[in-house]
């Protein structure tokens, strides 16, 4: 077993600083500091090195170009992240090695794995079924999958054959699936009938249906997983399992230009309407392989668990692509960590002897609540390196994670990212360190970045202002928004102009560079690790024909990170009642999901107001967090204050 990391108190004033011990300095990928000089004097180079260990069709022609929103890298490139997941470790005699366990939530079903010459074989099976249904290159699939093999399958199939995948969380409401469809004008979604959810069979195939409806989505492929009856629709619906069994499973990958799209993933801006981001083919997985190796110590013949839905980018890059890429074992589980008991979690690390952990603060912090004997129940020593991602982490929670979890052997790498940046850009490594309670770290190597003042001069030590990243930008970062490329420019390059990326995110640094996130300073909220816009959640309550008004700010929570509440003004004549309460949250369900529902609703008669009659929700934000409302000169109906002071109070 590896020793404790080494504990070091440099200064009685500070917080607590762990440094990697003398065995992790030489099992990990890189142990010298030395390395930031080097990758950020070139970071063309650096990224170039790492590319050489993956495969192309064609080598690139140049590294690097830059133009305003239109950057691109490995310039001629040809490529595949299904055949560098797959066909590159078949190659090197790695076929037998297992690349994805699939661990079901009810207890009594066994768990799944399978190699990587089974995973390919059925990438390759799925791929030609999906060439049958009339998918070709650059076509967009939606994908709106549980946590199954066939999430991972669908993904890589799709990526194969060229055709960008645009998967949709499984918990999000049929309008979502539908908007997101439109959007990228799929003709073919993959679905499922259903999935575990603690304990219970939930349909998804009815969610499906109805977010088909009204879409462009002409074919619908249904994964049988729970064995409900489900209707299938003549002509359109067809089974999974139908398709493949017949397929063939010779399916060579497609040789895609390095700068071609490999997926859209959907994520919340300041605005109500989700945007698409796109992401590449070649700088995607470079970026991918890179940080999921460095970052994770990944070697061979790990288990490393990404607790993330495939739906969001951390299931995209962590449990799929990066992991496949550098040839560990995937695991993926489907259901809840509380089923049958609070002991799951750390029943499927002693169960499947998992290495590496990666998970969101909110689970942390509910885990803590759930109590020390839960993880005391179970063998955790086959962890060695321990990740943390999505939101800011507090320091009682890292402390914890750290001891109870890690038994004070494993670093704790706090990954710093955004749907944007495809993978991972901020966090410290694990032969460097040093790991640093609620600090992210420096930027991983090659990727330039600062803190800024809102007019672009950067900030010294301890000052806290916004976080830039810098041309060279780095291989993963998005390319744009699908069909708005005016909005991409405005959304990240207003700011600072087009070679240095605006983030949202406020941030502070140390004398040793190390930085903090201090969060959106933007209408975006992280709810439980979820990202989701204040707009969506007030658009969706718009759509109720009671709602005159709404107005939703965020909140911290003890639990959750930060969670929405709505102030919401009903139609007149309409009193409000817990019915209409329930009411709307039923609303919010139906056009969001259970992910954007408000935590508190308050019936108002009046919000405060500018002279020009726009909401002025920095006052109602003061107001849910007890802070100080400031300046009150420049309101139409200063009044409005005080009485939504007590309602806040009172309608708990
Ligand atoms: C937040 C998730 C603090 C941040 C990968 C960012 C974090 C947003 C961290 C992106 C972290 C992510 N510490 N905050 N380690 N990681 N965030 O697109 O506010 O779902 O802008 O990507 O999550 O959320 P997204």
């Given at each position: 077993?590896?020793?404790?990391?080494?504990?070091?108190?440099?200064?009685?004033?500070?917080?607590?600083?762990?440094?990697?011990?003398?065995?992790?300095?030489?099992?990990?990928?890189?142990?010298?500091?030395?390395?930031?000089?080097?990758?950020?004097?070139?970071?063309?180079?650096?990224?170039?090195?790492?590319?050489?260990?993956?495969?192309?069709?064609?080598?690139?022609?140049?590294?690097?170009?830059?133009?305003?929103?239109?950057?691109?890298?490995?310039?001629?490139?040809?490529?595949?992240?299904?055949?560098?997941?797959?066909?590159?470790?078949?190659?090197?005699?790695?076929?037998?090695?297992?690349?994805?366990?699939?661990?079901?939530?009810?207890?009594?079903?066994?768990?799944?794995?399978?190699?990587?010459?089974?995973?390919?074989?059925?990438?390759?099976?799925?791929?030609?079924?999906?060439?049958?249904?009339?998918?070709?290159?650059?076509?967009?699939?939606?994908?709106?999958?549980?946590?199954?093999?066939?999430?991972?399958?669908?993904?890589?199939?799709?990526?194969?054959?060229?055709?960008?995948?645009?998967?949709?969380?499984?918990?999000?409401?049929?309008?979502?699936?539908?908007?997101?469809?439109?959007?990228?004008?799929?003709?073919?979604?993959?679905?499922?009938?259903?999935?575990?959810?603690?304990?219970?069979?939930?349909?998804?195939?009815?969610?499906?249906?109805?977010?088909?409806?009204?879409?462009?989505?002409?074919?619908?492929?249904?994964?049988?997983?729970?064995?409900?009856?489900?209707?299938?629709?003549?002509?359109?619906?067809?089974?999974?399992?139908?398709?493949?069994?017949?397929?063939?499973?010779?399916?060579?990958?497609?040789?895609?230009?390095s700068e071609d799209l490999s997926f859209l993933l959907y994520t919340s801006?300041?605005?109500?309407?989700?945007?698409?981001?796109?992401?590449?083919?070649g700088g995607y997985a470079v970026q991918a392989y890179a940080t999921a190796?460095?970052?994770?110590?990944?070697?061979?013949?790990?288990?490393?668990?990404?607790?993330?839905?495939?739906?969001?980018?951390?299931?995209?890059?962590?449990?799929?692509?990066?992991?496949?890429?550098?040839?560990?074992?995937?695991?993926?589980?489907?259901?809840?960590?509380?089923?049958?008991?609070?002991?799951?979690?750390?029943?499927?690390?002693?169960?499947?002897?998992?290495?590496?952990?990666?998970?969101?603060?909110?689970?942390?912090?509910?885990?803590?609540?759930?109590?020390?004997?839960?993880?005391?129940?179970?063998?955790?020593?086959?962890?060695?390196?321990?990740?943390?991602?999505?939101?800011?982490?507090?320091?009682?929670?890292?402390?914890?994670?750290?001891?109870?979890?890690?038994?004070?052997?494993?670093?704790?790498?706090?990954?710093?990212?955004?749907?944007?940046?495809?993978?991972?850009?901020?966090?410290?490594?694990?032969?460097?360190?040093?790991?640093?309670?609620?600090?992210?770290?420096?930027?991983?190597?090659?990727?330039?970045?600062?803190?800024?003042?809102?007019?672009?001069?950067?900030?010294?030590?301890?000052?806290?202002?916004?976080?830039?990243?810098?041309?060279?930008?780095?291989?993963?970062?998005?390319?744009?928004?699908?069909?708005?490329?005016?909005?991409?420019?405005?959304?990240?390059?207003?700011?600072?102009?087009?070679?240095?990326?605006?983030?949202?995110?406020?941030?502070?640094?140390?004398?040793?560079?190390?930085?903090?996130?201090?969060?959106?300073?933007?209408?975006?909220?992280?709810?439980?690790?979820?990202?989701?816009?204040?707009?969506?959640?007030?658009?969706?309550?718009?759509?109720?024909?009671?709602?005159?008004?709404?107005?939703?700010?965020?909140?911290?929570?003890?639990?959750?990170?930060?969670?929405?509440?709505?102030?919401?003004?009903?139609?007149?004549?309409?009193?409000?009642?817990?019915?209409?309460?329930?009411?709307?949250?039923?609303?919010?369900?139906?056009?969001?999901?259970?992910?954007?529902?408000?935590?508190?609703?308050?019936?108002?008669?009046?919000?405060?107001?500018?002279?020009?009659?726009?909401?002025?929700?920095?006052?109602?934000?003061?107001?849910?967090?007890?802070?100080?409302?400031?300046?009150?000169?420049?309101?139409?109906?200063?009044?409005?204050?005080?009485?939504?002071?007590?309602?806040?109070?009172?309608?708990?």
């Amino acid at each position: 077993m590896p020793d404790a990391i080494q504990w070091v108190k440099k200064d009685p004033n500070k917080e607590d600083v762990f440094w990697p011990t003398a065995e992790l300095k030489q099992r990990t990928w890189v142990s010298d500091e030395a390395i930031y000089d080097q990758a950020n004097a070139d970071p063309e180079a650096f990224w170039a090195k790492h590319a050489e260990d993956l495969h192309w069709f064609k080598k690139w022609d140049k590294t690097y170009e830059f133009a305003p929103q239109a950057y691109k890298w490995f310039i001629g490139g040809k490529t595949n992240l299904s055949y560098n997941s797959l066909d590159r470790h078949i190659e090197a005699g790695k076929g037998d090695n297992i690349a994805l366990i699939w661990e079901p939530e009810p207890i009594k079903e066994e768990a799944v794995k399978l190699t990587y010459k089974q995973l390919h074989e059925r990438v390759c099976k799925f791929a030609n079924a999906l060439k049958d249904l009339g998918v070709k290159k650059g076509d967009a699939v939606g994908i709106y999958l549980p946590m199954i093999p066939e999430a991972v399958i669908a993904m890589q199939a799709c990526v194969r054959i060229g055709a960008p995948h645009s998967v949709v969380f499984s918990a999000f409401s049929s309008e979502s699936l539908r908007d997101r469809m439109v959007d990228c004008g799929a003709k073919v979604i993959i679905t499922a009938d259903g999935y575990y959810r603690r304990g219970k069979p939930i349909n998804l195939k009815k969610s499906a249906d109805a977010g088909v409806e009204d879409s462009p989505v002409k074919k619908v492929v249904v994964v049988k997983r729970t064995g409900a009856e489900v209707p299938m629709t003549e002509g359109r619906d067809v089974w999974y399992q139908d398709v493949v069994a017949n397929a063939s499973s010779d399916c060579p990958a497609e040789q895609m230009d390095s700068e071609d799209l490999s997926f859209l993933l959907y994520t919340s801006g300041t605005t109500g309407k989700p945007k698409g981001i796109m992401h590449t083919t070649g700088g995607y997985a470079v970026q991918a392989y890179a940080t999921a190796k460095w970052n994770f110590d990944m070697h061979e013949g790990d288990v490393f668990w990404c607790t993330a839905d495939v739906g969001w980018i951390t299931g995209h890059t962590y449990i799929n692509y990066g992991p496949l890429m550098n040839g560990a074992t995937t695991l993926v589980y489907e259901g809840s960590p509380d089923t049958p008991d609070t002991g799951r979690f750390w029943a499927i690390v002693e169960k499947h002897k998992v290495t590496q952990l990666y998970t969101a603060p909110t689970a942390i912090r509910m885990f803590i609540k759930w109590g020390d004997e839960w993880p005391a129940k179970y063998d955790l020593t086959s962890l060695r390196l321990l990740g943390t991602v999505g939101e800011p982490i507090n320091v009682d929670a890292w402390m914890w994670y750290f001891n109870v979890v890690g038994g004070g052997r494993c670093p704790i790498i706090d990954t710093w990212w955004q749907t944007e940046t495809g993978a991972n850009m901020v966090n410290n490594l694990p032969g460097i360190g040093p790991f640093i309670p609620a600090i992210a770290g420096r930027p991983f190597p090659g990727v330039l970045g600062d803190i800024l003042d809102s007019g672009g001069t950067p900030l010294g030590p301890n000052e806290g202002g916004y976080l830039a990243i810098f041309s060279p930008f780095p291989p993963a970062l998005t390319r744009g928004i699908y069909g708005d490329m005016d909005r991409f420019k405005a959304q990240y390059f207003a700011e600072y102009g087009p070679e240095r990326y605006f983030t949202s995110d406020g941030a502070r640094r140390d004398e040793a560079g190390n930085i903090r996130i201090t969060g959106r300073v933007d209408d975006v909220m992280n709810v439980a690790g979820h990202r989701l816009a204040t707009a969506e959640v007030e658009s969706a309550l718009a759509q109720n024909d009671k709602v005159s008004e709404v107005a939703v700010v965020s909140r911290p929570h003890g639990l959750k990170g930060e969670v929405p509440v709505a102030f919401v003004l009903l139609r007149g004549g309409i009193e409000p009642s817990d019915d209409i309460r329930k009411e709307l949250m039923a609303t919010v369900n139906q056009v969001i999901g259970p992910t954007g529902r408000p935590d508190q609703i308050v019936f108002a008669h009046d919000v405060p107001k500018t002279r020009s009659g726009k909401i002025m929700r920095r006052v109602l934000k003061a107001l849910v967090r007890n802070e100080p409302v400031g300046d009150l000169t420049t309101l139409q109906n200063p009044e409005s204050v005080d009485q939504l002071k007590e309602l806040v109070r009172h309608q708990e």
